[in-house]
């Protein structure tokens, strides 16, 4: 056994070696969001306006809401796949109840009330009748959008009460009511995700249901809130749908689902499960948004635009993918090292366990440093 | 049958390990390990979990490279890089999970993996269905098996399972194969049926190695042994010359080196966990079993002798067949959150796999079956939780540089801190854990021991299933011997170890096990160094 000192010392050491790992991999997705916002700034003029930056936020409000609750979905090893067409059906309700009833409050509750409805029979039928989250909620995205139809014959339903558009042009410190709004979802569920006993029940049950079980956590019903906030994040992504357009829309958001997965994944959140974070989200859309308007002033049109979106999306799956490989090798296989050393001698064997661990860290920092 | 024997006679090949050495980081698996496989003979494999078994198959199967030894066939140094490089040599494995398509057909199990091998006289690859029928069918009847070709492998009975990996195996013609608990999921019946086909085997050539824990089969299929113990080898010989008692001690070792992790209060105490009626699967003898607060009950026996069963069923893992009190309340368990909440805290045999989120930080772990007292309102402490688990991190002297490390990132005693922590801090006042110090080094272990015995002395119960009589001689108060699922005995072991100078209760132990005869009608010769050397110098004078 190593005396205290020498303990604190290997503690000191690593936190301080430690850290640059840990930095490189939270701060990867924003230094490349910075380094593009440069390059864009500097090659085009148009890019550091603030005309321009809030057109990017507003773009990016619905595809954020959306994000983070799927990273939610993403945390706990599920997927949403209703949540496209569900924020199309979402706008449609809401619309359909201000037009009938001219309350707005009438309209935006029984949208969100949609939106938990939705979320909780995807809930039950992934906990209750055990049908896999991608079968249950791909059922539910074209349950949706026939429903979507079916209300409004393939139409648009407009002539919302005049109180909506007073909000979509509403500005305080000349950044639009619908950003705000964004922000404070994000704010919210940043929290729930970080800070209460929920978000973690979450990472546990997406890092290893088993011992998430064990732990005495109840696993079906963390994956029913996940689909009840998955639900209600996809009414709220279809209410902003409703603010940006002024109309209920049956045909939009259908590759929201996958756009939102997609923006998870390129934030760093890992699709298996237990790793990651809304806040990683945030940077993931942020990414996605600036690119693409990037490439808006670029003249490039919307099929280069989508092409390239797609491939950065498979390379940031791909850093996971290869990141999750380097920690394999580091951790859960020790390597048989070459020679034997001294544990051949009889007793050495106590040790044997501890200077592993000591010797596999030490090596784990020259590698982050390096 | 009789070309089979002819061609037995012809050759007899040798697969020879030497000296083998094998280190996980600094831990060593193997030490100067020697093992051999003949042709026409089965070599018994045996030893407790983690003596170094699976990765001396590991290394004669080409899945492993060894750090130091060789490989011979005939006498002539081989190098397996991989499995396939071990097949081309005839070397053949079949594991002890079953490895089939479920979905596909006898026929198509048995050939998959093999349409590229030349058997006998044709490719299997591109030959038509009934020439593969006719292939499969000649092997089968070579080995004596009954298959319906056309049958669902999902649909079969465990022994034709069996069979069917076995016949998959022997379809590349291999010198030697080697059997890694083939009967270990097996009725007795079926048991039989895979026991007679590896007397096939050998009749017909095959050099064959068998992994067993089940020490009658051992001794009636098997013409050698080599036991290991610790990562080295402690005996090895003709099965003849030893008793299945022998083999159990030689598998077990010596209780003289066992030093006691501390002498346990002496004063009666009232019943905390109080088991009534209670099966180990169903059709299994109910049983009544009684654990008083303060003290470590050790549920011992075989590898599948039930103790587990009993476990997990405390420990909400599996639904609880019987009636339980805990404090003299009647309580029901159906889900660990129900052990929890009557201050069960249960770890699972498999950390990684189940008790365990390894990729999160330790101090994240340990706050995960507290989740409720590390919180108001629904919202984490994290600070408190960081602060908590440095305080485990020095009280369990956990080896780690901090407690935001992954958990993946300690060793397997380390490891199991972590779990002890998370229960601890749950506050609950029985543990019941599952094959503690499995995998773990001898340091860890004791350690590990000593925060059992201190939890007990402070006034908490221990449950504790584990195959290890070490660790029952090591730490228990009271051992209750399960065997073929149903309890067989409950001892007190103090009283047995007092009775003669630290032996007996190993041999009685060993005893109970095998057979249920208990230790006086067992003579109780100690398995000592000179029996040893005395089974290997006869060994030598061959």
């Known amino acids: 056994m190593t005396t205290p000192i020498a303990t604190t010392g290997t503690e000191a050491a690593a936190k301080r070696k430690a850290q640059p790992g840990q930095l490189f991999d939270l701060l990867f997705v924003p230094a490349v969001l910075i380094i593009l916002c440069v390059y864009l700034s500097v090659t085009n003029s148009v890019f550091l306006t603030s005309g321009n930056l809030v057109n990017i936020l507003l773009q990016a409000s619905i595809l954020a809401i959306a994000s983070f609750g799927m990273t939610f979905a993403i945390l706990g090893r599920e997927l949403d796949l209703s949540v496209g067409t569900g924020s199309a059906l979402a706008s449609v309700i809401a619309a359909l109840v201000m037009v009938n009833t001219g309350s707005i409050l009438w309209g935006v509750l029984a949208g969100l009330g949609f939106g938990v409805l939705l979320g909780a029979t995807n809930g039950f039928l992934v906990t209750k009748v055990e049908v896999p989250s991608f079968i249950a909620t791909l059922g539910a995205f074209i349950v949706c959008q026939g429903i979507a139809l079916a209300l409004t014959n393939g139409g648009v339903i407009s002539g919302l009460p005049a109180g909506i558009a007073a909000f979509s042009d509403w500005r305080l410190l000349g950044i639009p009511a619908l950003v705000w709004c964004t922000g404070v979802i994000f704010l919210v569920l940043y929290f729930v995700q970080r800070k209460t006993v929920f978000g973690a029940q979450v990472m546990a049950v997406g890092g290893n249901p088993e011992a998430a079980r064990l732990s005495g956590i109840a696993v079906n019903r963390v994956r029913f809130l996940i689909f009840v906030i998955t639900g209600t994040t996809a009414a709220l992504a279809g209410l902003a749908l409703l603010v940006r357009v002024q109309s209920g829309q049956p045909n939009a958001n259908q590759l929201l689902a996958l756009e939102a997965i997609a923006a998870v994944v390129v934030g760093g959140t890992s699709l298996n499960g237990g790793r990651g974070s809304v806040a990683r989200t945030l940077w993931g859309v942020l990414l996605i948004a600036v690119l693409r308007n990037g490439l808006d002033l670029m003249g490039l049109s919307e099929d280069m635009k989508m092409i390239v979106i797609g491939v950065v999306f498979i390379v940031a799956a791909s850093v996971d993918f290869m990141r999750r490989q380097f920690l394999k090798r580091r951790y859960s296989e020790p390597k048989p090292s070459r020679e034997p050393r001294e544990a051949e001698s009889g007793d050495a064997s106590g040790d044997a366990g501890a200077e592993g661990g000591e010797r596999r860290t030490s090596s784990g920092h020259e590698s982050r440093t390096s | ?542």
Not at chain 2, 38 to 65: D, P, W
Not at chain 2, 331 to 342: E, G, Q, S, V, Y
Not at chain 2, 389 to 404: D, G, M, N, W
Request: charged residues 25%.
């Open chain 2, 1 to 542: 049958m009789s070309l089979m024997a002819a061609a037995a006679s012809a050759q007899q090949h040798r697969f020879e390990a030497r000296s083998i050495t094998h280190m996980y980081g600094p831990v060593a698996a193997l030490r100067e390990v020697n093992f051999a496989v003949e042709g026409g003979h089965v070599h018994a494999l045996l030893g407790e979990n983690g003596c170094g078994k699976s990765t001396l198959i590991k290394i004669m199967t080409g899945a492993q490279r060894p750090t130091v030894g060789t490989l011979l066939i005939d006498g002539q140094e081989v190098q397996l890089s991989k499995a396939s490089s071990a097949q081309g040599r005839g070397i053949a494995v079949v594991h002890q999970n079953y490895h089939l398509f479920p979905d596909l057909s006898v026929l198509e199990n048995i050939v998959a993996g093999n349409a590229h091998v030349p058997r006998s006289k044709a490719l299997l690859g591109g030959v038509s269905r009934k020439r593969q029928e006719e292939i499969v069918r000649g092997l089968l009847e070579q080995l004596n098996i009954e298959l319906n070709l056309g049958s669902q492998a999902a649909l079969l009975d465990p022994a034709e399972r069996k069979f069917v990996e076995v016949a998959r195996a022997m379809m590349r013609s291999p010198q030697f194969l080697f059997l890694d608990e083939p009967t270990a999921s097996l009725e007795p019946q079926s048991a039989r049926r895979v026991l007679d086909l590896v007397r096939v085997l050998a009749d017909q050539g095959v050099g064959v190695a068998f992994v067993s824990h089940r020490l009658d089969e051992v001794v009636s299929v098997c013409d050698r042994f080599t036991v290991l113990r610790d990562a080295r080898e402690v005996a090895h010989g003709p099965i003849r010359e030893v008793s299945e008692a022998d083999l159990v001690r030689l598998m077990v070792g010596d209780l003289h080196q066992i030093t006691r992790a501390r002498q346990a209060p002496r004063e009666p105490s009232e019943v905390a966990i109080r088991i009534r009626a209670c099966a180990t699967a169903p059709g299994k003898r109910a049983f009544d079993l009684d654990v008083p607060r303060g003290q470590v009950m050790v549920l011992t026996g075989l590898v599948g002798s039930g103790a587990s069963d009993v476990v997990q069923m405390l420990g909400g893992s599996k639904p609880f067949r019987g009636s339980l009190s805990v404090d003299g309340v009647s309580r029901r368990i159906n889900h660990p959150r129900d052990a929890l909440r009557h201050g069960i805290g249960y770890a699972p045999e498999d950390r990684k796999g189940a008790g365990l989120v390894i990729d999160h930080a330790i101090d994240i772990n340990v706050s995960y079956a507290s989740l409720d007292r590390v919180s108001r309102f629904g919202v984490v402490a994290w600070r408190r939780v960081a602060a908590i688990a440095e305080e485990y991190r020095q009280k369990l002297s956990i080896r780690t540089p901090s407690v935001h490390s992954p958990v993946s990132s300690l060793s397997g005693g380390n490891q199991q801190k972590v779990m002890l922590a998370k229960l601890f801090n749950s506050g609950v006042a029985t543990l019941v854990l599952e094959e503690p110090t499995q995998g773990v080094d001898v340091r860890g272990r004791s350690q590990i021991h000593v925060l059992l015995r201190d939890f007990a002395e402070a006034g908490g119960t221990v449950i504790v299933a584990s195959t290890d009589v070490r660790e029952v001689a090591g730490i228990s108060d009271h051992v209750a011997v399960f065997r073929h699922g149903e309890l067989a005995e409950v001892l007190d072991s103090a009283s047995i170890r007092d009775g003669d100078a630290g032996s007996s209760l190993q041999e009685y132990l060993v005893g109970v096990m095998e057979s249920g005869v208990s230790a006086t009608s067992h003579d109780l010769v100690h398995p000592d160094d000179a029996q040893v050397a005395r089974l290997e110098q006869e060994e030598a004078a061959k």
